[in-house]
């Protein structure tokens, strides 16, 4: 059973940076990144699968990375330039399936995701 453990959630002020780290133990098709401010639904951030593609929510553009180590078996998110947006809850997400991911695509949805981490706390104030 593939267990996720997520850590870096901070309290920074605004065009502050930021890594997430997501501890993952087993083998992952695909990870994810998500975030859930409250109120609002969950929503994917970036998305990474085996082979190395990448895939980014359209306002995280050119301010977040994702990338893994498969050696060290640790997904990060590199969160640059923050926002108060971006305020929420960010999850670490793992799915058995191979999912396509490219730069052109959307992240897959939190529901082709079935591993989650507990969430770790990003605030930014302007």
């Known amino acids: 059973q593939i267990q996720l453990v997520e850590s870096g959630g901070d309290s920074v002020q605004a065009g502050g940076s930021l890594t997430l780290t997501c501890a993952y133990s087993g083998a992952t098709a695909t990870m994810g990144w998500f975030r859930q401010a409250p109120g609002k639904e969950r929503e994917a951030v970036a998305a990474?699968?085996?082979?190395?593609?990448?895939s980014y929510e359209d306002s995280v553009k050119g301010r977040f990375t994702i990338s893994k180590d498969n050696a060290k078996t640790t997904l990060y998110l590199q969160m640059d330039s923050l926002q108060p947006d971006d305020t929420a809850m960010y999850y670490c997400?793992?799915?058995?399936?191979?999912?396509?991911?490219?730069?052109?695509?959307?992240?897959?949805?939190?529901?082709?995701?079935?591993?989650w981490g507990q969430g770790t706390q990003v605030t930014v104030s302007s």
């Open positions: 990474i699968n085996r082979d190395g593609k990448t």
């Open positions: 997400a793992a799915g058995h399936e191979y999912l396509v991911v490219a730069e052109y695509t959307t992240p897959p949805p939190p529901a082709a995701f079935q591993i």
